[in-house]
Protein backbone atom coordinates (compact mmCIF):
# COMPACT_ATOMS: atom_id res chain seq x y z
CA UNK A 1 0.00 0.00 0.00
CA UNK A 2 1.30 3.29 -0.71
CA UNK A 3 1.13 5.70 2.03
CA UNK A 4 1.71 9.58 2.88
CA UNK A 5 3.46 10.43 5.47
CA UNK A 6 3.26 14.35 6.34
CA UNK A 7 3.55 16.85 8.94
CA UNK A 8 5.05 19.96 10.15
CA UNK A 9 8.15 22.13 8.59
CA UNK A 10 8.86 22.76 12.38
CA UNK A 11 7.93 19.85 13.77
CA UNK A 12 10.53 17.98 12.01
CA UNK A 13 12.97 20.43 12.87
CA UNK A 14 12.09 19.66 16.16
CA UNK A 15 11.50 15.90 15.93
CA UNK A 16 13.76 14.87 13.30
CA UNK A 17 14.36 11.66 14.93
CA UNK A 18 10.64 10.79 15.96
CA UNK A 19 9.67 11.53 11.96
CA UNK A 20 12.38 9.27 10.45
CA UNK A 21 11.21 6.52 13.01
CA UNK A 22 7.67 7.06 11.59
CA UNK A 23 8.40 7.31 8.20
CA UNK A 24 11.05 4.05 8.39
CA UNK A 25 8.11 1.54 10.38
CA UNK A 26 6.00 2.52 7.48
CA UNK A 27 8.11 0.88 5.69
CA UNK A 28 9.24 -1.87 7.77
CA UNK A 29 5.45 -3.05 7.89
CA UNK A 30 5.87 -3.72 4.10
CA UNK A 31 4.68 -0.44 2.50
CA UNK A 32 5.44 2.33 0.56
CA UNK A 33 6.11 6.09 1.36
CA UNK A 34 4.56 7.50 -1.36
CA UNK A 35 7.11 10.83 -0.65
CA UNK A 36 10.17 10.15 0.93
CA UNK A 37 11.07 13.37 1.56
CA UNK A 38 12.40 13.21 5.68
CA UNK A 39 15.17 11.14 4.13
CA UNK A 40 15.99 13.81 1.70
CA UNK A 41 19.30 15.09 1.52
CA UNK A 42 18.87 18.32 -0.86
CA UNK A 43 15.63 19.22 0.26
CA UNK A 44 17.65 22.53 1.71
CA UNK A 45 17.71 23.77 -1.67
CA UNK A 46 13.99 23.20 -2.61
CA UNK A 47 11.54 25.50 -3.32
CA UNK A 48 8.51 26.32 -1.59
CA UNK A 49 7.14 25.39 -4.95
CA UNK A 50 8.59 22.24 -4.87
CA UNK A 51 8.04 21.12 -1.54
CA UNK A 52 4.53 21.67 -2.49
CA UNK A 53 4.58 19.55 -5.66
CA UNK A 54 5.75 16.48 -3.76
CA UNK A 55 3.89 16.59 -0.98
CA UNK A 56 0.67 16.98 -3.83
CA UNK A 57 2.13 13.71 -6.03
CA UNK A 58 2.66 11.86 -3.23
CA UNK A 59 -0.94 12.11 -1.81
CA UNK A 60 -2.10 11.80 -5.13
CA UNK A 61 -0.74 8.13 -5.81
CA UNK A 62 -1.60 7.23 -1.90
CA UNK A 63 -4.02 4.89 -0.25
CA UNK A 64 -3.73 6.28 2.89
CA UNK A 65 -2.69 9.52 4.69
CA UNK A 66 -0.71 9.41 8.19
CA UNK A 67 0.27 13.12 9.75
CA UNK A 68 2.05 13.75 12.59
CA UNK A 69 0.69 16.86 14.54
CA UNK A 70 2.38 17.41 17.64
CA UNK A 71 3.09 20.42 16.61
CA UNK A 72 -0.02 21.73 14.67
CA UNK A 73 0.32 23.92 11.74
CA UNK A 74 -0.87 24.95 8.37
CA UNK A 75 1.26 22.66 6.21
CA UNK A 76 -0.67 19.62 8.33
CA UNK A 77 -4.16 21.06 7.71
CA UNK A 78 -3.62 21.19 4.15
CA UNK A 79 -2.24 18.07 3.51
CA UNK A 80 -5.23 16.63 5.29
CA UNK A 81 -7.60 18.90 3.34
CA UNK A 82 -5.65 17.43 0.21
CA UNK A 83 -6.53 13.79 1.65
CA UNK A 84 -10.11 13.89 1.75
CA UNK A 85 -10.40 15.78 -1.22
CA UNK A 86 -9.49 12.52 -2.20
CA UNK A 87 -11.17 10.41 0.08
CA UNK A 88 -8.14 8.61 1.48
CA UNK A 89 -8.50 7.69 5.15
CA UNK A 90 -6.38 9.87 7.86
CA UNK A 91 -4.47 8.84 11.18
CA UNK A 92 -3.11 12.05 12.96
CA UNK A 93 -0.21 11.11 15.25
CA UNK A 94 0.33 13.06 18.41
CA UNK A 95 3.35 12.30 20.60
CA UNK A 96 3.06 11.16 24.16
CA UNK A 97 6.26 9.77 25.57
CA UNK A 98 4.30 8.24 28.56
CA UNK A 99 1.34 6.76 26.51
CA UNK A 100 1.22 3.25 26.60
CA UNK A 101 -1.71 2.83 24.37
CA UNK A 102 -1.96 0.96 20.76
CA UNK A 103 -5.10 1.93 20.02
CA UNK A 104 -6.08 3.96 16.75
CA UNK A 105 -9.50 5.26 17.47
CA UNK A 106 -11.63 7.01 14.90
CA UNK A 107 -11.67 10.89 15.34
CA UNK A 108 -14.11 12.60 17.61
CA UNK A 109 -15.26 16.56 17.16
CA UNK A 110 -12.69 17.82 19.72
CA UNK A 111 -10.08 16.22 17.53
CA UNK A 112 -10.52 17.55 14.44
CA UNK A 113 -12.36 20.34 12.63
CA UNK A 114 -15.55 18.05 11.76
CA UNK A 115 -17.43 21.02 11.19
CA UNK A 116 -14.79 21.61 7.73
CA UNK A 117 -15.52 18.16 6.93
CA UNK A 118 -18.10 16.76 5.04
CA UNK A 119 -20.12 13.98 7.45
CA UNK A 120 -19.53 11.05 4.69
CA UNK A 121 -15.66 11.59 5.44
CA UNK A 122 -15.42 11.42 9.26
CA UNK A 123 -15.33 7.51 9.36
CA UNK A 124 -12.03 7.95 7.54
CA UNK A 125 -10.73 9.83 9.95
CA UNK A 126 -8.04 8.41 13.13
CA UNK A 127 -6.49 9.69 15.60
CA UNK A 128 -3.81 8.02 18.28
CA UNK A 129 -1.03 9.28 21.09
CA UNK A 130 2.00 7.32 20.10
CA UNK A 131 5.84 7.54 21.64
CA UNK A 132 9.02 5.93 20.10
CA UNK A 133 8.16 2.63 21.90
CA UNK A 134 4.13 2.49 20.43
CA UNK A 135 4.39 3.91 17.12
CA UNK A 136 5.14 0.27 14.96
CA UNK A 137 2.11 -0.89 17.08
CA UNK A 138 0.27 2.32 16.35
CA UNK A 139 0.98 2.24 12.65
CA UNK A 140 0.50 -1.27 11.85
CA UNK A 141 -3.25 -1.00 13.92
CA UNK A 142 -4.17 2.20 11.47
CA UNK A 143 -3.04 0.01 8.11
CA UNK A 144 -4.75 -2.86 9.48
CA UNK A 145 -8.32 -1.18 9.92
CA UNK A 146 -7.45 0.91 6.31
CA UNK A 147 -6.81 -2.75 4.16
CA UNK A 148 -10.00 -4.04 6.10
CA UNK A 149 -12.31 -0.72 5.87
CA UNK A 150 -11.23 1.36 3.10
CA UNK A 151 -10.89 -1.08 0.39
CA UNK A 152 -12.76 -0.27 -2.14
CA UNK A 153 -13.45 3.38 -3.56
CA UNK A 154 -16.55 5.31 -4.40
CA UNK A 155 -17.49 7.51 -7.82
CA UNK A 156 -19.87 8.90 -9.93
CA UNK A 157 -20.24 7.77 -13.30
CA UNK A 158 -22.22 9.63 -15.99
CA UNK A 159 -22.89 7.10 -19.23
CA UNK A 160 -25.09 8.06 -22.20
CA UNK A 161 -28.39 6.07 -21.81
CA UNK A 162 -26.80 3.63 -24.80
CA UNK A 163 -24.58 2.81 -22.46
CA UNK A 164 -26.40 2.28 -19.36
CA UNK A 165 -29.28 0.17 -21.05
CA UNK A 166 -26.40 -1.73 -22.52
CA UNK A 167 -24.67 -2.66 -18.95
CA UNK A 168 -27.88 -3.48 -17.50
CA UNK A 169 -28.59 -5.87 -19.90
CA UNK A 170 -25.47 -7.44 -19.71
CA UNK A 171 -25.34 -7.49 -15.65
CA UNK A 172 -28.99 -9.12 -15.99
CA UNK A 173 -27.64 -11.84 -18.17
CA UNK A 174 -24.96 -12.19 -16.17
CA UNK A 175 -26.77 -12.02 -12.63
CA UNK A 176 -24.59 -9.29 -11.30
CA UNK A 177 -24.61 -5.57 -10.53
CA UNK A 178 -23.70 -3.36 -12.83
CA UNK A 179 -20.99 -2.20 -10.61
CA UNK A 180 -19.46 -5.84 -10.64
CA UNK A 181 -19.65 -5.94 -14.62
CA UNK A 182 -17.56 -2.32 -14.94
CA UNK A 183 -14.93 -4.47 -12.09
CA UNK A 184 -14.76 -7.31 -14.55
CA UNK A 185 -14.22 -4.69 -17.50
CA UNK A 186 -11.65 -3.22 -15.44
CA UNK A 187 -9.71 -6.58 -14.66
CA UNK A 188 -9.80 -8.08 -17.58
CA UNK A 189 -8.04 -4.41 -19.35
CA UNK A 190 -5.34 -4.48 -16.75
CA UNK A 191 -4.63 -8.31 -17.00
CA UNK A 192 -4.30 -7.99 -20.70
CA UNK A 193 -1.62 -5.07 -19.58
Not at 19 to 29: A, E, F
Not at 140 to 155: C, G, P, Q
Amino acid sequence: MQVHFGGSSEGFRKYPELYKLINDKIKSLGHDVSNEWVHDTKSGDETFVDKFRGTLEGIVKSDALVLEKTIPSLEVGQQYHMGLERNLPVLFLHYNRVTRGRTVRPAKTQDTMHYLVDPAKVDSIYVAEYNRSTVGNVLEAYLNVVEEKHRRARFNLVLERNLDNYLRKVAAQNNTSKSEEIRRLIIESMNRS
